[in-house]
Protein backbone atom coordinates (compact mmCIF):
# COMPACT_ATOMS: atom_id res chain seq x y z
CA UNK A 1 0.00 0.00 0.00
CA UNK A 2 1.43 3.40 -1.04
CA UNK A 3 2.21 5.87 1.94
CA UNK A 4 0.17 9.15 1.43
CA UNK A 5 2.72 12.26 1.00
CA UNK A 6 3.15 14.57 3.87
CA UNK A 7 1.54 18.03 3.80
CA UNK A 8 3.50 20.95 4.10
CA UNK A 9 3.04 21.28 7.88
CA UNK A 10 3.92 17.63 8.60
CA UNK A 11 7.24 17.85 6.37
CA UNK A 12 7.80 21.08 8.41
CA UNK A 13 7.94 19.57 11.48
CA UNK A 14 9.52 16.14 10.90
CA UNK A 15 12.56 18.25 9.04
CA UNK A 16 12.67 20.55 11.75
CA UNK A 17 13.13 17.15 14.40
CA UNK A 18 15.73 15.49 11.96
CA UNK A 19 17.73 18.32 11.51
CA UNK A 20 18.05 18.92 14.79
CA UNK A 21 18.96 15.16 15.90
CA UNK A 22 21.74 15.52 12.98
CA UNK A 23 22.75 18.64 14.49
CA UNK A 24 23.01 17.42 18.41
CA UNK A 25 24.98 14.19 16.53
CA UNK A 26 27.87 16.84 15.25
CA UNK A 27 27.75 15.02 11.75
CA UNK A 28 26.35 16.97 8.11
CA UNK A 29 23.06 19.31 8.41
CA UNK A 30 21.63 18.01 4.95
CA UNK A 31 21.68 14.32 3.77
CA UNK A 32 23.16 13.27 0.58
CA UNK A 33 19.72 13.30 -0.94
CA UNK A 34 18.99 16.61 -0.08
CA UNK A 35 22.03 18.03 -0.61
CA UNK A 36 22.21 16.16 -4.20
CA UNK A 37 18.89 18.06 -4.88
CA UNK A 38 19.82 21.49 -3.47
CA UNK A 39 20.95 23.77 -6.60
CA UNK A 40 24.18 25.19 -6.64
CA UNK A 41 24.49 29.34 -6.52
CA UNK A 42 24.01 30.84 -9.62
CA UNK A 43 27.78 32.37 -10.47
CA UNK A 44 27.72 36.15 -11.33
CA UNK A 45 27.47 37.23 -14.92
CA UNK A 46 28.58 40.37 -14.46
CA UNK A 47 31.26 42.23 -12.02
CA UNK A 48 32.84 45.74 -11.12
CA UNK A 49 36.39 46.85 -10.11
CA UNK A 50 38.27 49.94 -9.66
CA UNK A 51 41.72 51.26 -10.68
CA UNK A 52 42.96 53.89 -8.58
CA UNK A 53 45.95 56.58 -10.21
CA UNK A 54 48.38 58.89 -8.88
CA UNK A 55 51.20 60.27 -10.39
CA UNK A 56 54.36 62.82 -10.53
CA UNK A 57 54.10 62.96 -6.56
CA UNK A 58 57.58 64.05 -6.36
CA UNK A 59 58.45 63.18 -2.52
CA UNK A 60 55.33 65.51 -1.50
CA UNK A 61 54.10 63.34 1.71
CA UNK A 62 52.05 65.95 3.78
CA UNK A 63 50.76 69.14 2.48
CA UNK A 64 53.70 71.02 3.20
CA UNK A 65 56.03 73.46 0.86
CA UNK A 66 59.41 72.91 2.48
CA UNK A 67 60.90 76.31 0.44
CA UNK A 68 58.03 78.36 2.14
CA UNK A 69 58.09 76.69 5.61
CA UNK A 70 54.28 77.07 5.28
CA UNK A 71 51.29 75.10 3.93
CA UNK A 72 51.20 74.53 0.43
CA UNK A 73 49.63 76.93 -1.47
CA UNK A 74 48.45 78.07 -5.15
CA UNK A 75 45.88 80.14 -6.53
CA UNK A 76 43.52 77.19 -7.29
CA UNK A 77 43.80 76.51 -3.42
CA UNK A 78 45.17 72.86 -4.05
CA UNK A 79 46.84 70.78 -1.49
CA UNK A 80 49.45 68.25 -2.05
CA UNK A 81 50.85 65.02 -0.40
CA UNK A 82 50.44 61.38 -0.18
CA UNK A 83 48.80 61.92 2.93
CA UNK A 84 45.65 63.45 1.75
CA UNK A 85 45.65 60.51 -1.40
CA UNK A 86 45.57 57.61 1.47
CA UNK A 87 42.29 58.89 2.52
CA UNK A 88 40.34 59.03 -0.59
CA UNK A 89 41.91 55.86 -1.03
CA UNK A 90 39.93 54.09 2.04
CA UNK A 91 36.74 55.88 1.11
CA UNK A 92 37.27 54.21 -2.34
CA UNK A 93 38.08 51.07 -0.54
CA UNK A 94 34.99 51.34 1.75
CA UNK A 95 33.07 52.21 -0.60
CA UNK A 96 33.77 49.39 -3.09
CA UNK A 97 34.91 46.84 -1.80
CA UNK A 98 38.80 46.06 -0.45
CA UNK A 99 39.00 43.30 -3.14
CA UNK A 100 37.51 45.50 -5.74
CA UNK A 101 40.16 48.17 -6.05
CA UNK A 102 43.69 48.02 -7.35
CA UNK A 103 46.11 51.16 -6.57
CA UNK A 104 48.95 52.40 -9.39
CA UNK A 105 51.12 55.22 -9.93
CA UNK A 106 52.50 56.76 -12.99
CA UNK A 107 56.09 57.64 -11.95
CA UNK A 108 58.44 60.90 -10.86
CA UNK A 109 58.36 59.20 -7.17
CA UNK A 110 61.67 60.22 -5.27
CA UNK A 111 62.69 63.37 -6.38
CA UNK A 112 61.12 66.90 -6.47
CA UNK A 113 61.11 68.09 -2.86
CA UNK A 114 63.80 68.94 0.01
CA UNK A 115 62.13 65.51 1.53
CA UNK A 116 63.65 63.68 -1.42
CA UNK A 117 67.01 65.49 -1.70
CA UNK A 118 67.54 64.73 1.90
CA UNK A 119 67.18 60.81 1.63
CA UNK A 120 69.09 61.14 -1.52
CA UNK A 121 72.00 63.10 -0.76
CA UNK A 122 71.96 64.05 3.60
CA UNK A 123 70.88 60.92 4.70
CA UNK A 124 70.74 58.30 1.70
CA UNK A 125 68.71 55.40 1.50
CA UNK A 126 71.91 54.02 -0.34
CA UNK A 127 73.78 54.27 3.00
CA UNK A 128 76.97 55.32 4.39
CA UNK A 129 80.66 54.45 5.94
CA UNK A 130 79.20 50.97 5.38
CA UNK A 131 76.18 51.34 7.68
CA UNK A 132 72.46 50.53 5.81
CA UNK A 133 70.69 53.42 5.31
CA UNK A 134 66.92 54.53 6.36
CA UNK A 135 63.70 53.67 4.59
CA UNK A 136 63.11 56.31 1.72
CA UNK A 137 59.46 58.19 3.03
CA UNK A 138 58.03 57.54 -0.44
CA UNK A 139 58.47 53.74 -0.41
CA UNK A 140 56.94 53.69 3.60
CA UNK A 141 53.87 55.74 2.82
CA UNK A 142 52.80 53.97 -0.64
CA UNK A 143 53.75 50.55 1.59
CA UNK A 144 51.50 50.96 3.86
CA UNK A 145 48.88 52.71 1.31
CA UNK A 146 48.95 49.21 -0.71
CA UNK A 147 50.14 50.22 -3.86
CA UNK A 148 49.79 47.68 -6.78
CA UNK A 149 52.74 48.39 -9.01
CA UNK A 150 54.11 52.11 -10.13
CA UNK A 151 56.07 53.33 -13.29
CA UNK A 152 59.36 54.34 -13.50
CA UNK A 153 59.80 58.15 -14.22
CA UNK A 154 62.41 59.96 -15.51
CA UNK A 155 62.84 61.15 -12.23
CA UNK A 156 63.73 58.44 -10.63
CA UNK A 157 66.80 57.97 -12.38
CA UNK A 158 68.67 61.77 -11.29
CA UNK A 159 69.97 60.27 -8.22
CA UNK A 160 71.80 57.15 -10.30
CA UNK A 161 70.60 53.86 -10.52
CA UNK A 162 72.00 52.77 -7.14
CA UNK A 163 69.75 54.97 -5.22
CA UNK A 164 66.72 53.95 -7.76
CA UNK A 165 67.72 50.24 -6.82
CA UNK A 166 67.45 50.36 -2.72
CA UNK A 167 64.26 52.21 -3.34
CA UNK A 168 63.02 49.50 -5.93
CA UNK A 169 64.44 46.81 -3.00
CA UNK A 170 61.96 49.24 -0.35
CA UNK A 171 58.90 48.87 -2.03
CA UNK A 172 56.59 46.09 -1.75
CA UNK A 173 55.46 46.33 -5.34
CA UNK A 174 57.08 46.41 -8.85
CA UNK A 175 58.49 49.65 -10.06
CA UNK A 176 57.77 48.89 -14.12
CA UNK A 177 59.65 49.94 -17.29
CA UNK A 178 59.01 47.56 -20.11
CA UNK A 179 60.87 50.27 -22.55
CA UNK A 180 64.10 50.62 -19.59
CA UNK A 181 66.62 47.80 -20.81
CA UNK A 182 70.03 46.93 -20.02
CA UNK A 183 72.37 48.58 -22.33
CA UNK A 184 74.48 45.62 -22.94
CA UNK A 185 71.41 42.84 -23.48
CA UNK A 186 68.95 44.53 -24.54
CA UNK A 187 66.66 42.67 -22.32
CA UNK A 188 64.29 44.71 -19.67
CA UNK A 189 66.34 45.99 -16.64
CA UNK A 190 62.95 46.30 -14.74
CA UNK A 191 59.79 44.10 -14.46
CA UNK A 192 57.90 45.82 -17.28
CA UNK A 193 54.41 44.19 -16.18
CA UNK A 194 52.51 42.69 -13.50
CA UNK A 195 49.05 40.63 -13.50
CA UNK A 196 46.98 40.91 -10.73
CA UNK A 197 43.83 39.15 -9.82
CA UNK A 198 40.33 40.60 -9.01
CA UNK A 199 38.35 37.76 -7.30
CA UNK A 200 35.25 36.76 -8.02
CA UNK A 201 32.80 34.71 -5.86
CA UNK A 202 31.37 31.75 -7.40
CA UNK A 203 33.36 32.64 -10.82
CA UNK A 204 36.73 32.86 -12.73
CA UNK A 205 39.05 35.98 -11.17
CA UNK A 206 39.39 38.50 -13.17
CA UNK A 207 43.10 38.43 -14.52
CA UNK A 208 43.90 42.23 -14.35
CA UNK A 209 47.51 43.04 -16.90
CA UNK A 210 49.51 46.62 -15.50
CA UNK A 211 52.05 47.00 -17.82
CA UNK A 212 54.21 50.22 -17.54
CA UNK A 213 56.38 52.72 -19.49
CA UNK A 214 58.89 55.05 -18.91
CA UNK A 215 59.86 58.45 -20.86
CA UNK A 216 62.30 57.63 -23.98
CA UNK A 217 63.86 61.41 -22.75
CA UNK A 218 66.01 59.69 -19.90
CA UNK A 219 68.79 58.63 -22.42
CA UNK A 220 69.52 62.68 -22.45
CA UNK A 221 68.01 64.34 -19.43
CA UNK A 222 69.85 61.50 -16.85
CA UNK A 223 72.66 60.61 -19.75
CA UNK A 224 75.50 61.16 -16.73
CA UNK A 225 73.70 58.53 -15.02
CA UNK A 226 72.55 56.05 -17.20
CA UNK A 227 74.95 56.42 -20.38
CA UNK A 228 76.38 52.58 -21.46
CA UNK A 229 74.21 51.17 -18.36
CA UNK A 230 70.42 51.51 -19.52
CA UNK A 231 68.72 51.98 -23.11
CA UNK A 232 65.20 53.52 -23.54
CA UNK A 233 62.88 52.27 -26.39
CA UNK A 234 59.86 53.77 -27.37
CA UNK A 235 56.13 53.35 -25.48
CA UNK A 236 54.45 52.06 -28.84
CA UNK A 237 57.06 49.92 -30.08
CA UNK A 238 57.32 47.95 -26.21
CA UNK A 239 54.09 48.21 -26.28
CA UNK A 240 53.46 46.56 -29.18
CA UNK A 241 55.69 43.76 -28.16
CA UNK A 242 54.00 43.22 -24.15
CA UNK A 243 50.15 43.57 -25.00
CA UNK A 244 49.78 41.09 -27.10
CA UNK A 245 51.69 39.23 -24.80
CA UNK A 246 49.50 39.92 -21.48
CA UNK A 247 46.13 39.06 -23.71
CA UNK A 248 47.90 35.56 -24.38
CA UNK A 249 48.55 34.98 -20.48
CA UNK A 250 44.53 35.35 -20.11
CA UNK A 251 44.27 38.92 -18.94
CA UNK A 252 40.89 39.93 -18.76
CA UNK A 253 42.14 43.39 -18.86
CA UNK A 254 45.06 45.54 -20.13
CA UNK A 255 46.08 48.24 -18.24
CA UNK A 256 48.79 50.73 -18.89
CA UNK A 257 50.88 53.31 -16.23
CA UNK A 258 52.95 55.43 -18.63
CA UNK A 259 54.85 58.28 -17.49
CA UNK A 260 54.53 59.88 -20.73
CA UNK A 261 52.02 62.75 -21.74
CA UNK A 262 48.92 62.35 -23.99
CA UNK A 263 49.78 65.10 -26.91
CA UNK A 264 52.80 63.41 -29.00
CA UNK A 265 55.01 66.31 -28.25
CA UNK A 266 58.65 66.37 -27.58
CA UNK A 267 60.41 68.90 -25.93
CA UNK A 268 63.66 67.58 -27.24
CA UNK A 269 63.07 67.74 -30.90
CA UNK A 270 64.53 65.15 -32.83
CA UNK A 271 67.47 64.61 -30.73
CA UNK A 272 65.84 60.98 -29.77
CA UNK A 273 63.97 58.62 -32.30
CA UNK A 274 61.28 58.34 -29.54
CA UNK A 275 58.25 60.57 -28.58
CA UNK A 276 58.46 61.99 -25.27
CA UNK A 277 54.50 62.33 -24.80
CA UNK A 278 53.13 59.41 -26.49
CA UNK A 279 50.39 58.16 -24.27
CA UNK A 280 47.58 59.00 -27.39
CA UNK A 281 49.67 57.24 -29.63
CA UNK A 282 50.01 54.36 -27.51
CA UNK A 283 46.08 54.03 -27.66
CA UNK A 284 45.82 54.88 -31.06
CA UNK A 285 48.16 52.27 -32.58
CA UNK A 286 48.56 49.43 -30.06
CA UNK A 287 45.15 47.05 -29.69
CA UNK A 288 44.21 45.43 -26.84
CA UNK A 289 44.61 47.99 -23.92
CA UNK A 290 41.41 48.78 -22.10
CA UNK A 291 42.61 52.24 -20.35
CA UNK A 292 45.91 54.26 -19.50
CA UNK A 293 46.97 56.30 -16.57
CA UNK A 294 49.01 59.43 -18.01
CA UNK A 295 51.71 60.45 -16.35
CA UNK A 296 54.38 63.06 -16.53
CA UNK A 297 53.22 66.71 -18.00
CA UNK A 298 51.90 67.61 -14.55
CA UNK A 299 48.29 68.54 -15.96
CA UNK A 300 44.60 67.55 -15.30
CA UNK A 301 42.80 65.34 -17.25
CA UNK A 302 39.84 63.86 -15.78
CA UNK A 303 38.88 61.48 -18.85
CA UNK A 304 40.53 61.28 -22.24
CA UNK A 305 39.21 59.12 -25.37
CA UNK A 306 41.40 57.67 -27.87
CA UNK A 307 39.74 55.11 -30.74
CA UNK A 308 42.42 52.11 -31.48
CA UNK A 309 43.01 52.89 -35.17
CA UNK A 310 43.16 48.71 -35.69
CA UNK A 311 39.56 47.70 -33.21
CA UNK A 312 37.82 51.08 -33.50
CA UNK A 313 37.71 50.22 -29.68
CA UNK A 314 37.83 53.16 -27.16
CA UNK A 315 40.89 53.11 -25.01
CA UNK A 316 40.41 55.92 -22.08
CA UNK A 317 42.94 57.73 -20.80
CA UNK A 318 43.48 59.96 -17.47
CA UNK A 319 46.09 62.07 -15.73
CA UNK A 320 45.68 63.27 -12.12
CA UNK A 321 47.14 66.18 -11.80
CA UNK A 322 50.60 65.95 -9.82
CA UNK A 323 51.63 65.80 -5.97
CA UNK A 324 48.49 64.41 -5.27
CA UNK A 325 46.57 67.20 -5.97
CA UNK A 326 44.25 64.81 -7.13
CA UNK A 327 43.33 60.97 -7.68
CA UNK A 328 42.22 59.05 -11.19
CA UNK A 329 39.47 56.69 -10.98
CA UNK A 330 38.96 54.40 -13.44
CA UNK A 331 35.73 52.13 -12.67
CA UNK A 332 35.38 48.93 -15.15
CA UNK A 333 32.06 46.75 -15.45
CA UNK A 334 32.70 43.46 -17.66
CA UNK A 335 30.74 40.74 -18.23
CA UNK A 336 31.40 36.84 -17.70
CA UNK A 337 31.18 35.58 -21.75
CA UNK A 338 31.61 31.62 -22.59
CA UNK A 339 33.73 31.71 -19.40
CA UNK A 340 35.77 34.72 -20.01
CA UNK A 341 35.38 38.29 -18.41
CA UNK A 342 34.93 41.07 -21.12
CA UNK A 343 35.16 44.69 -20.28
CA UNK A 344 31.52 46.17 -21.41
CA UNK A 345 32.25 50.09 -19.97
CA UNK A 346 35.14 51.70 -18.86
CA UNK A 347 34.83 55.18 -17.23
CA UNK A 348 37.55 57.69 -15.70
CA UNK A 349 37.35 60.56 -13.41
CA UNK A 350 39.32 62.66 -10.91
CA UNK A 351 39.12 63.48 -7.29
CA UNK A 352 40.17 66.46 -5.44
CA UNK A 353 42.68 65.75 -2.81
CA UNK A 354 41.72 69.27 -1.12
CA UNK A 355 37.92 67.42 -0.07
CA UNK A 356 39.40 65.40 2.58
CA UNK A 357 41.88 65.23 5.81
CA UNK A 358 45.69 63.72 5.87
CA UNK A 359 45.56 60.06 7.16
CA UNK A 360 46.39 59.63 10.71
CA UNK A 361 48.13 56.03 9.55
CA UNK A 362 50.32 58.27 7.55
CA UNK A 363 50.85 61.49 9.28
CA UNK A 364 51.87 58.94 12.10
CA UNK A 365 54.45 56.63 10.13
CA UNK A 366 56.26 60.00 8.72
CA UNK A 367 56.09 63.24 11.23
CA UNK A 368 59.06 62.21 12.51
CA UNK A 369 61.17 62.33 8.77
CA UNK A 370 58.71 65.37 7.64
CA UNK A 371 60.38 67.20 11.11
CA UNK A 372 64.21 65.79 10.35
CA UNK A 373 63.74 67.99 6.94
CA UNK A 374 62.01 71.01 8.06
CA UNK A 375 65.00 71.24 10.85
CA UNK A 376 67.14 70.44 8.03
CA UNK A 377 66.21 72.95 5.76
CA UNK A 378 65.72 76.30 8.08
CA UNK A 379 69.73 75.63 8.85
CA UNK A 380 71.07 79.27 8.42
CA UNK A 381 73.85 79.34 6.03
CA UNK A 382 74.79 82.71 6.14
CA UNK A 383 73.27 86.48 5.37
CA UNK A 384 71.84 88.45 2.24
CA UNK A 385 72.37 92.74 2.26
CA UNK A 386 69.32 92.86 0.11
CA UNK A 387 66.01 91.12 -0.59
CA UNK A 388 66.91 89.28 -3.79
CA UNK A 389 62.94 88.12 -5.84
CA UNK A 390 62.48 86.36 -8.84
CA UNK A 391 59.25 87.72 -8.89
CA UNK A 392 60.13 89.75 -12.49
CA UNK A 393 63.30 87.08 -13.86
CA UNK A 394 61.20 86.05 -16.68
CA UNK A 395 61.03 89.29 -18.55
CA UNK A 396 63.55 91.52 -16.29
CA UNK A 397 67.89 90.83 -15.48
CA UNK A 398 66.96 90.67 -11.86
CA UNK A 399 69.75 90.38 -8.70
CA UNK A 400 68.90 86.68 -7.85
CA UNK A 401 68.94 85.10 -11.08
CA UNK A 402 72.98 86.64 -11.75
CA UNK A 403 73.71 84.92 -7.88
CA UNK A 404 72.95 81.51 -10.15
CA UNK A 405 75.08 82.69 -12.89
CA UNK A 406 77.96 83.57 -10.91
CA UNK A 407 77.79 80.68 -9.06
CA UNK A 408 77.89 78.49 -12.56
CA UNK A 409 80.63 80.70 -13.83
CA UNK A 410 82.69 80.44 -10.46
CA UNK A 411 82.89 76.89 -10.18
CA UNK A 412 83.26 76.40 -13.59
CA UNK A 413 86.44 78.69 -14.20
CA UNK A 414 88.11 76.31 -11.96
CA UNK A 415 87.59 73.39 -13.82
CA UNK A 416 89.29 74.37 -17.08
CA UNK A 417 91.89 73.41 -18.91
CA UNK A 418 94.96 76.31 -19.71
CA UNK A 419 93.52 76.64 -23.44
CA UNK A 420 89.41 76.48 -22.41
CA UNK A 421 90.47 78.87 -19.33
CA UNK A 422 91.45 81.51 -22.33
CA UNK A 423 88.40 81.15 -23.81
CA UNK A 424 85.66 84.26 -22.85
CA UNK A 425 82.96 82.49 -20.16
CA UNK A 426 79.85 82.88 -19.80
CA UNK A 427 76.37 81.25 -17.95
CA UNK A 428 72.71 80.33 -19.08
CA UNK A 429 70.07 79.44 -16.65
CA UNK A 430 66.33 79.30 -15.94
CA UNK A 431 64.03 81.12 -13.86
CA UNK A 432 62.75 77.92 -12.08
CA UNK A 433 60.35 79.69 -9.40
CA UNK A 434 58.49 83.25 -9.31
CA UNK A 435 58.01 83.09 -6.07
CA UNK A 436 61.33 82.58 -4.94
CA UNK A 437 62.53 85.22 -2.46
CA UNK A 438 66.20 85.10 -0.99
CA UNK A 439 65.22 87.91 2.63
CA UNK A 440 67.39 90.32 3.47
CA UNK A 441 68.98 89.15 6.55
CA UNK A 442 69.52 85.68 7.26
CA UNK A 443 69.70 83.11 4.56
CA UNK A 444 68.72 79.25 5.35
CA UNK A 445 68.67 76.44 2.92
CA UNK A 446 64.95 76.17 2.05
CA UNK A 447 65.81 79.75 0.81
CA UNK A 448 68.31 78.86 -1.55
CA UNK A 449 66.36 75.49 -2.57
CA UNK A 450 63.53 77.65 -3.21
CA UNK A 451 65.50 79.43 -5.65
CA UNK A 452 66.97 76.27 -7.64
CA UNK A 453 64.27 73.63 -7.36
CA UNK A 454 66.06 70.76 -9.20
CA UNK A 455 69.07 68.61 -8.76
CA UNK A 456 70.81 69.45 -11.73
CA UNK A 457 74.53 69.24 -12.16
CA UNK A 458 77.01 72.01 -13.85
CA UNK A 459 78.42 71.44 -17.32
CA UNK A 460 80.78 73.53 -18.88
CA UNK A 461 80.34 73.09 -23.25
CA UNK A 462 81.60 74.92 -25.95
CA UNK A 463 79.74 77.12 -28.58
CA UNK A 464 80.82 79.30 -31.64
CA UNK A 465 78.91 82.88 -31.41
CA UNK A 466 76.69 82.23 -34.50
CA UNK A 467 75.31 78.77 -32.17
CA UNK A 468 75.13 81.38 -29.36
CA UNK A 469 72.81 83.72 -30.97
CA UNK A 470 70.82 80.19 -32.25
CA UNK A 471 70.67 79.11 -28.67
CA UNK A 472 69.45 82.48 -27.40
CA UNK A 473 66.96 82.93 -30.01
CA UNK A 474 65.60 79.64 -29.60
CA UNK A 475 64.85 81.08 -25.75
CA UNK A 476 63.51 83.62 -27.27
CA UNK A 477 60.43 82.41 -28.38
CA UNK A 478 59.28 82.03 -24.55
CA UNK A 479 57.33 85.33 -25.25
CA UNK A 480 54.40 86.31 -27.73
CA UNK A 481 54.82 88.88 -30.45
CA UNK A 482 53.98 92.42 -29.43
CA UNK A 483 53.99 95.22 -31.95
CA UNK A 484 55.40 98.23 -31.20
CA UNK A 485 53.31 101.00 -30.10
CA UNK A 486 51.29 97.89 -28.33
CA UNK A 487 50.90 97.90 -24.56
CA UNK A 488 52.96 95.06 -22.49
CA UNK A 489 50.84 92.92 -20.01
CA UNK A 490 53.50 90.72 -18.49
CA UNK A 491 50.25 88.46 -17.74
CA UNK A 492 50.12 87.41 -20.99
CA UNK A 493 53.85 88.32 -22.25
CA UNK A 494 55.81 85.04 -21.55
CA UNK A 495 55.21 81.20 -22.19
CA UNK A 496 54.16 81.06 -25.64
CA UNK A 497 54.64 78.36 -27.38
CA UNK A 498 54.01 75.72 -24.73
CA UNK A 499 57.62 77.30 -23.29
CA UNK A 500 57.43 77.04 -19.64
CA UNK A 501 59.73 79.15 -17.53
CA UNK A 502 62.04 75.85 -16.89
CA UNK A 503 62.45 75.88 -20.46
CA UNK A 504 63.58 79.58 -20.72
CA UNK A 505 67.44 80.43 -20.33
CA UNK A 506 68.69 83.74 -19.98
CA UNK A 507 72.52 84.31 -20.13
CA UNK A 508 75.03 86.63 -18.31
CA UNK A 509 78.51 87.11 -19.37
CA UNK A 510 77.34 88.22 -22.82
CA UNK A 511 75.38 91.92 -23.81
CA UNK A 512 71.81 91.88 -25.67
CA UNK A 513 68.71 92.91 -26.20
CA UNK A 514 65.57 90.85 -27.09
CA UNK A 515 62.71 92.44 -29.31
CA UNK A 516 59.60 91.55 -29.00
CA UNK A 517 57.93 93.27 -31.75
CA UNK A 518 59.63 90.67 -34.37
CA UNK A 519 58.92 87.68 -35.14
CA UNK A 520 60.32 84.51 -33.89
CA UNK A 521 64.31 83.77 -34.98
CA UNK A 522 64.83 87.77 -35.30
CA UNK A 523 64.71 89.09 -31.82
CA UNK A 524 67.94 89.05 -30.65
CA UNK A 525 70.20 92.47 -31.17
CA UNK A 526 73.17 93.89 -30.58
CA UNK A 527 74.94 90.82 -28.70
CA UNK A 528 77.81 91.51 -27.56
CA UNK A 529 80.83 90.65 -25.20
CA UNK A 530 83.09 93.21 -23.26
CA UNK A 531 81.83 95.74 -25.49
CA UNK A 532 82.32 94.22 -28.86
CA UNK A 533 79.96 92.36 -31.29
CA UNK A 534 80.05 88.74 -30.93
CA UNK A 535 81.51 87.16 -34.21
CA UNK A 536 80.18 84.13 -35.87
CA UNK A 537 83.21 82.24 -35.16
CA UNK A 538 83.90 83.13 -31.91
CA UNK A 539 84.17 80.58 -29.29
CA UNK A 540 82.61 80.73 -26.03
CA UNK A 541 82.54 78.46 -22.96
CA UNK A 542 78.75 78.40 -21.28
CA UNK A 543 78.29 77.45 -17.92
CA UNK A 544 74.80 75.17 -18.19
CA UNK A 545 73.02 72.54 -16.15
CA UNK A 546 72.96 69.14 -16.90
CA UNK A 547 69.68 69.06 -18.19
CA UNK A 548 69.98 71.84 -20.97
CA UNK A 549 73.87 69.80 -21.95
CA UNK A 550 71.93 66.85 -22.96
CA UNK A 551 69.43 68.50 -24.85
CA UNK A 552 66.17 69.12 -22.27
CA UNK A 553 63.56 71.50 -24.19
CA UNK A 554 65.29 71.06 -27.62
CA UNK A 555 67.82 73.65 -27.51
CA UNK A 556 69.86 73.63 -30.59
CA UNK A 557 73.67 72.77 -30.46
CA UNK A 558 74.33 72.51 -27.41
CA UNK A 559 73.95 68.50 -26.72
CA UNK A 560 76.55 68.09 -29.69
CA UNK A 561 78.66 70.57 -28.53
CA UNK A 562 82.48 69.57 -27.06
CA UNK A 563 82.85 69.69 -23.27
CA UNK A 564 85.00 71.77 -21.68
CA UNK A 565 83.67 70.84 -18.11
CA UNK A 566 81.55 68.83 -16.13
CA UNK A 567 81.05 67.87 -12.33
CA UNK A 568 78.48 65.56 -10.38
CA UNK A 569 77.60 68.24 -7.71
CA UNK A 570 73.93 69.44 -7.62
CA UNK A 571 74.09 73.65 -8.53
CA UNK A 572 71.63 73.98 -5.82
CA UNK A 573 74.57 72.45 -3.16
CA UNK A 574 77.31 74.74 -4.92
CA UNK A 575 74.70 78.04 -4.38
CA UNK A 576 74.86 76.90 -0.61
CA UNK A 577 78.52 76.41 -0.60
CA UNK A 578 78.99 79.87 -2.06
CA UNK A 579 76.61 81.75 0.42
CA UNK A 580 78.40 79.25 3.40
CA UNK A 581 81.99 80.23 1.88
CA UNK A 582 81.31 84.30 1.77
CA UNK A 583 79.27 84.15 5.29
CA UNK A 584 76.91 87.26 3.41
CA UNK A 585 75.18 87.11 -0.41
CA UNK A 586 75.85 90.71 -2.04
CA UNK A 587 74.38 91.81 -4.78
CA UNK A 588 76.98 94.02 -5.62
CA UNK A 589 79.41 91.22 -6.48
CA UNK A 590 77.41 89.51 -9.17
CA UNK A 591 74.35 92.07 -9.84
CA UNK A 592 74.64 93.03 -13.98
CA UNK A 593 71.91 93.99 -16.08
CA UNK A 594 73.20 92.78 -18.92
CA UNK A 595 70.02 91.95 -21.19
CA UNK A 596 66.79 93.82 -21.99
CA UNK A 597 63.59 93.49 -23.68
CA UNK A 598 62.88 96.19 -26.29
CA UNK A 599 60.13 97.00 -29.02
CA UNK A 600 61.72 98.37 -32.15
CA UNK A 601 64.73 99.27 -29.89
CA UNK A 602 62.61 100.74 -27.05
CA UNK A 603 63.37 99.59 -23.91
CA UNK A 604 59.89 97.88 -22.41
CA UNK A 605 61.03 98.28 -19.08
Not at 450 to 458: A, C, V
Not at 496 to 508: Q, R
Amino acid sequence: MPVPPLNRREFVKKSAVTGAAVAVAGTVVATPAQAAHRKPPKPPRTWSFSILGTTDLHSHVFDWDYYTDAAYQDSKGNSVGVARVATLVKQQRAAKGEDRVLLVDAGDIIQGTSLAYYYARVDPIVGTGGKRGPKHPMAVAMNAMRYDAAALGNHEFNYGIETLRRFEEQCHFPLLGANALDAKTLRPAFQPYTVKRVRVPGAPDIKVGILGLTNPGIALWDKDNVAGKMAFTGLVEQAKKYVPRMRALGCDVVFLTDHSGLDGSSSYGDELPYVENASNLVAQQVPGIDAILVGHTHTEVSSYTVTNTGTGKDVVLSEPYCYGMRLTVFDFELELVHGQWKVTSTKAQTLNSNTVEEDAEITGLLTADHELVVKYVNTPVGTCTADLSAAEACWKDVPVMDFIHQVQMATVATGLSTADAALPLISVAAPFSRTADIPQGDVTIRDVAGLYIYDNTLYGKKLTGAQLKDYLEYAAKYYHQVPAGTKVDTATLTNANSFWDYMYDTAAGVSYDIDIAQPEGSRIKNLSYAGAPVADGQVFVVAVNNYRANGGSGYPHIAAADIAYSSTNEIRQLMIDYVTAKGSLDPADFAAANWRLTQDGTPVF
